[in-house]
């Protein structure tokens, strides 16, 4: 969509006025339906040019440099398009320096990251505005940008209780706005990049200093400003912190349940490993290359050789016929395997499984379980915030199914301590969880 579209694009907050005279008051959808909310179509200052060379990136950390107060920033990754989940666009804006769009692909040495230290040298301590920093952070720091301190919109809104938490809700809630969201699942590794998407980009970071003063004072009334600041903390400590790797990922391969032998079971763990290795190889998302309903159709094919699998539609058109000799090459290893080693078809149970399995040979563990869920329902409703973000279910399941020893409040904050629950969230719940705990001993 163009910004030259006849709409009005007001009203538009203003980075250059102080936050007091912000032409748009906190709103809430409620007294306003969003069809009757005004559009944002386009930046208060025009849409910036793409910084994708080196003197054009110079010129942007001098200006950041030169800004005032938080820096909104916010990525553009290539999910569903790309197997790499790095940002392929950046964009920034701070008081006193303008909006950025930052190309770092453009910037990297062949086949690496870019390295953007100094754009983060530049920005100094300087707060981060987020929406959604857990999706965010990853590819950030893997280029150098590291924060000192973050304010989360999205994850404020959580502890705040708000039904609707994304951008454009609370730009509605906030500003009065309504934001176009529809190139969110574009594919950004596309260049060039469309003027439409461009304007979109530029958008994302427009409102952030005006929803992050807003918000900040909503979290102050509500008593939970420290709450936020050690969860932001929080966030800022784990940032580049490596997942721990999903153990048999290939079980998650949509219509695995169609599967009813270890052999077919074989032949998808065989299909998914090879399409995984030529995605990784080719930075393409793994569905582009092979759909899992092809998997699964291959592996419950009756007779299925290395020699027929050509035959089968799904691995002659498209992008995996490039692949051909590759997939038969993993039908042709199940067919040499001894069936001693095809997977089993339940997974190993590892850790305490699911509390709704715990009834049947864990009856002790499951009433905790229940008395604790209902302890920690009735927090989460009297604080107004959803239940995950009161205390991660992992950890308060893990209390349910062994209870510290001698069972008290300080023994489960303890416990609750090691698991990285953070100090507002341990002081809610030790003592209705003790309790919950200690009326099924």
Same mark, same amino acid.
């Given at each position: 969509?163009?910004?030259?579209?006849?709409?009005?694009?007001?009203?538009?907050?203003?980075?250059?006025?102080?936050?007091?005279?912000?032409?748009?008051?906190?709103?809430?959808?409620?007294?306003?339906?969003?069809?009757?909310?005004?559009?944002?179509?386009?930046?208060?200052?025009?849409?910036?040019?793409?910084?994708?060379?080196?003197?054009?990136?110079?010129?942007?950390?001098?200006?950041?440099?030169?800004?005032?107060?938080?820096?909104?920033?916010?990525?553009?990754?290539?999910?569903?398009?790309?197997?790499?989940?790095?940002?392929?666009?950046?964009?920034?804006?701070?008081?006193?320096?303008?909006?950025?769009?930052?190309?770092?692909?453009?910037?990297?040495?062949?086949?690496?990251?870019?390295?953007?230290?100094?754009?983060?040298?530049?920005?100094?301590?300087?707060?981060?505005?987020?929406?959604?920093?857990?999706?965010?952070?990853?590819?950030?720091?893997?280029?150098?940008?590291?924060?000192?301190?973050?304010?989360?919109?999205?994850?404020?809104?959580?502890?705040?209780?708000?039904?609707?938490?994304?951008?454009?809700?609370?730009?509605?809630?906030?500003?009065?706005?309504?934001?176009?969201?529809?190139?969110?699942?574009?594919?950004?590794?596309?260049?060039?990049?469309?003027?439409?998407?461009?304007?979109?980009?530029?958008?994302?970071?427009?409102?952030?200093?005006?929803?992050?003063?807003?918000?900040?004072?909503?979290?102050?009334?509500?008593?939970?400003?420290?709450?936020?600041?050690?969860?932001?903390?929080?966030?800022?400590?784990?940032?580049?912190?490596?997942?721990?790797?999903?153990?048999?990922?290939?079980?998650?391969?949509?219509?695995?349940?169609?599967?009813?032998?270890?052999?077919?079971?074989?032949?998808?763990?065989?299909?998914?490993?090879?399409?995984?290795?030529? &995605? %990784?190889?080719?930075?393409?998302?793994?569905?582009? +290359?092979?759909? $899992?309903?092809?998997?699964? /159709?291959? *592996? @419950?094919?009756?007779?299925?050789?290395?020699?027929?699998?050509?035959?089968?539609?799904?691995?002659?058109?498209?992008?995996?016929?490039?692949?051909?000799?590759?997939?038969?090459?993993?039908?042709?290893?199940?067919?040499?395997?001894?069936?001693?080693?095809?997977?089993?078809?339940?997974?190993?149970?590892?850790?305490?499984?699911?509390?709704?399995?715990?009834?049947?040979?864990?009856?002790?563990?499951?009433?905790?379980?229940?008395?604790?869920?209902?302890?920690?329902?009735?927090?989460?409703?009297?604080?107004?915030?959803?239940?995950?973000?009161?205390?991660?279910?992992?950890?308060?399941?893990?209390?349910?199914?062994?209870?510290?020893?001698?069972?008290?409040?300080?023994?489960?904050?303890?416990?609750?301590? &090691? %698991?990285?629950?953070?100090?507002?969230?341990?002081? +809610?719940?030790? $003592?209705?969880?003790?309790? /919950?705990? *200690? @009326?099924?001993?």
């Amino acid at each position: 969509m163009s910004p030259t579209d006849g709409d009005p694009a007001l009203p538009h907050p203003t980075d250059a006025d102080p936050p007091s005279s912000v032409e748009h008051p906190t709103l809430d959808t409620a007294t306003l339906p969003e069809e009757e909310l005004p559009v944002l179509r386009a930046p208060k200052d025009g849409v910036p040019v793409v910084s994708d060379t080196q003197a054009a990136y110079e010129e942007l950390v001098a200006a950041l440099a030169a800004g005032e107060g938080p820096v909104g920033i916010d990525t553009e990754r290539a999910h569903g398009f790309r197997y790499s989940p790095k940002a392929w666009l950046i964009q920034l804006r701070r008081r006193g320096s303008g909006t950025f769009l930052l190309d770092p692909d453009a910037l990297a040495p062949a086949d690496e990251l870019a390295d953007l230290s100094a754009l983060r040298e530049a920005i100094g301590d300087a707060e981060w505005i987020i929406h959604a920093a857990s999706q965010d952070l990853p590819c950030l720091v893997e280029v150098g940008l590291r924060p000192s301190t973050i304010f989360d919109t999205e994850l404020a809104g959580r502890l705040l209780g708000y039904p609707r938490v994304s951008l454009g809700a609370m730009a509605e809630r906030f500003c009065g706005v309504h934001l176009l969201k529809e190139h969110s699942a574009a594919d950004w590794s596309t260049r060039p990049l469309p003027e439409d998407w461009l304007v979109y980009a530029a958008l994302d970071v427009e409102l952030l200093r005006d929803l992050r003063d807003a918000i900040a004072e909503e979290l102050r009334i509500a008593g939970k400003d420290e709450w936020a600041r050690q969860e932001f903390a929080y966030l800022v400590q784990e940032a580049g912190t490596p997942k721990t790797p999903r153990e048999e990922p290939w079980r998650r391969v949509s219509g695995i349940h169609d599967i009813r032998s270890r052999r077919e079971l074989a032949l998808v763990r065989e299909l998914w490993q090879t399409r995984e290795a030529i &995605a %990784a190889r080719r930075d393409k998302a793994p569905g582009r +290359l092979l759909n $899992d309903r092809v998997i699964i /159709a291959a *592996a @419950t094919r009756k007779g299925l050789t290395a020699g027929t699998v050509g035959e089968m539609s799904g691995f002659h058109k498209g992008v995996a016929k490039r692949y051909l000799n590759d997939w038969s090459d993993a039908v042709r290893r199940v067919e040499a395997m001894d069936p001693t080693d095809y997977p089993a078809l339940r997974p190993p149970r590892r850790g305490n499984g699911a509390p709704r399995t715990w009834q049947g040979h864990h009856p002790e563990a499951y009433a905790r379980f229940m008395a604790a869920r209902e302890a920690m329902n009735k927090l989460a409703e009297e604080h107004q915030l959803p239940p995950e973000n009161l205390l991660t279910p992992d950890t308060w399941h893990r209390l349910c199914w062994e209870p510290p020893t001698p069972l008290s409040p300080a023994t489960v904050e303890e416990h609750l301590a &090691a %698991a990285g629950a953070r100090p507002w969230q341990r002081d +809610l719940v030790r $003592d209705a969880l003790a309790q /919950a705990l *200690a @009326t099924t001993a």
